[in-house]
T-cell receptor, first 111, second 114 residues
Framework: QKEVEQNSGPLSVPEGAIASLNCTYS??????FFWYRQYSGKSPELIMS????GDKEDGRFTAQLNKASQYVSLLIRDSQPSDSATYLC???????????FGAGTRLFVKA | DAGVTQSPTHLIKTRGQHVTLRCSPI?????VSWYQQVLGQGPQFIFQ???????GRGNFPDRFSARQFPNYSSELNVNALLLGDSALYLC?????????????FGEGSRLTVL
């Protein structure tokens, strides 16, 4: 079982729609959760962090965390073609020094 | 302010050779992590250093080593290169040592092993 699992996609949504990206993790001791965006040929960029159960909103992005289900999601509202990228879910254990990344979900937003 | 800088950006080596990759963190960041990313996969954790000490190591062979210098810059060394070492090597800095995945990545060093 992989430590962080994501559907590789591609996920294709029309412009203006909501894109929903999901991630599960295996270590119940995990305490910090992150979403990174990686454009083709570029390095990952942090877009959201979430540390407690529930929702966290930042602009068009909402991160959702359910520790009981070991599930993290990212919603992108009013999706734009510029949102087309690979979205990486990352998890860090409390007291741990390593952040583990999933394989990423490719998102395509069609104009 | 300058972000994380890595050098070289691209390099080609042959099997059996050695490579050194360099990273300068964001000013004020004392933690540096190294990741390997092969095409189609997420970054794989190699090392984390904080205050010049190794704080975490991923599941990589002993051919991989790293160090951090007093100015918090870091080097990743890979000996006896294999074809499978071809990848993008990412350096990331962070403000804190532990309990953080808030990483700031450099643009990476793309290594091709022939």
């Amino acid at each position: 079982q992989k430590e962080v699992e994501q559907n590789s996609g591609p996920l294709s949504v029309p412009e203006g729609a909501i894109a929903s990206l999901n991630c599960t993790y295996s270590d119940r001791g995990s305490q910090s959760f992150f979403w990174y965006r990686q454009y083709s040929g570029k390095s990952p960029e942090l877009i959201m962090s979430i540390y407690s159960n529930g929702d966290k909103e930042d602009g068009r992005f909402t991160a959702q965390l359910n520790k009981a289900s070991q599930y993290v999601s990212l919603l992108i509202r009013d999706s734009q073609p510029s949102d087309s990228a690979t979205y990486l879910c990352a998890v860090n254990k409390g007291g741990g020094f390593k952040t583990i990344f999933g394989a990423g979900t490719r998102l395509f937003v069609k104009a | 302010d300058a972000g994380v800088t890595q050098s070289p950006t691209h390099l080609i080596k042959t099997r059996g050779q050695h490579v050194t990759l360099r990273c300068s963190p964001i000013s004020g960041h004392k933690s540096v992590s190294w990741y390997q990313q092969v095409l189609g996969q997420g970054p794989q954790f190699i090392f984390q250093y904080y205050e010049k000490e190794e704080r975490g190591r991923g599941n990589f062979p002993d051919r991989f080593s790293a160090r951090q210098f007093p100015n918090y810059s870091s080097e990743l060394n890979v000996n006896a290169l294999l074809l499978g070492d071809s990848a993008l090597y990412l350096c990331a800095s962070s403000l804190r040592a532990a309990n953080t995945g808030e990483l700031f990545f450099g643009e990476g060093s793309r290594l091709t092993v022939l």
